[in-house]
């Protein structure tokens, strides 16, 4: 059975601070990592990442994945409350099913 | 623009009566799914489509049917909804083709059943 978890569950941060969010997993035939943030609506995209140690960049997130170690990070600089949110990490299977397996998600909550 | 749409946002329906929830998508893709979030336990999958009349089961399909008749339209029926069934709804789509395969999410639909 493909497993994600992810840590910290939870995690309140003033703003400005850098926080780092893991994501671990098991998967059969393992395709692409993924990374979504969830504002109580519909998971919006951020990362997809398929090739160890390349890091994907968006201003001030960052992410990379260790297929060796399976796991990824990803990373949040200069903390805005705007970046309050629950990040959903996921793996999606190689193959013909193309599932999407997430972790139960990091609360992040910065604080002014 | 480019876009998942479901229908309804929320619904409030009883034990037992039918219901169907719409899922449509414009971007011509072949891949949907249909995951259901809950509390403590994340996003699962319920059922997931290739294209068109080929879908499958995913984690959690108990009690739920799909049909995928048309490429854009992926609707999850509720033959006799139960209490447990009480959840937030996401439908999803991807293109099977090119580098390109993150899932886009539809807005989601709160379902309550009494």
């Known amino acids: 059975e493909d497993k994600v978890v992810q840590s910290p569950l939870s995690l309140v941060v003033h703003e400005g601070d850098t926080v780092t969010l893991n994501c671990s997993y098991e998967v059969t035939n393992f395709r692409s990592l993924l990374w979504y943030k969830q504002e109580k609506k519909a998971p919006t995209f951020l990362f997809m990442l398929?090739?160890?140690?390349i890091e994907k960049k968006s201003g001030r997130l960052s992410s990379i994945l260790d297929k060796k170690e399976l796991f990824s990070i990803l990373n949040i600089t200069a903390t805005q409350t705007g970046d309050s949110a629950v990040y959903l990490c996921?793996?999606?299977?190689?193959?013909?099913?193309?599932?999407?397996?997430f972790g139960k998600g990091t609360l992040l909550t910065v604080n002014p | 623009e480019a876009q998942v749409t479901q229908n309804p946002r929320y619904l409030i329906t009883v034990t037992g009566k039918k219901l169907t929830v719409t899922c449509s998508q414009n971007m011509n893709h072949e891949y949907m799914s249909w995951y259901r979030q809950d509390p403590g336990l994340g996003l699962r999958q319920i059922y997931y489509?290739?294209?068109?009349?080929?879908?499958d089961k995913g984690d959690v399909p108990e009690g739920y049917k799909v049909s995928r008749k048309e490429k854009r339209n992926f609707p999850l029926i509720l033959e006799s909804p139960s209490p447990n069934q009480t959840s937030l709804y996401f439908c999803?789509?991807?293109?099977?083709?090119?580098?390109?395969?993150?899932?886009?999410f539809g807005p989601g639909t709160r379902l309550t059943v009494l």
């Open positions: 489509s290739m294209n068109v009349e080929v879908t």
């Open positions: 999803a789509s991807r293109t099977l083709a090119g580098d390109r395969n993150e899932q886009f």
């Open positions: 996921a793996v999606e299977r190689g193959g013909s099913n193309y599932k999407l397996t």
């Open positions: 398929t090739s160890s140690g």
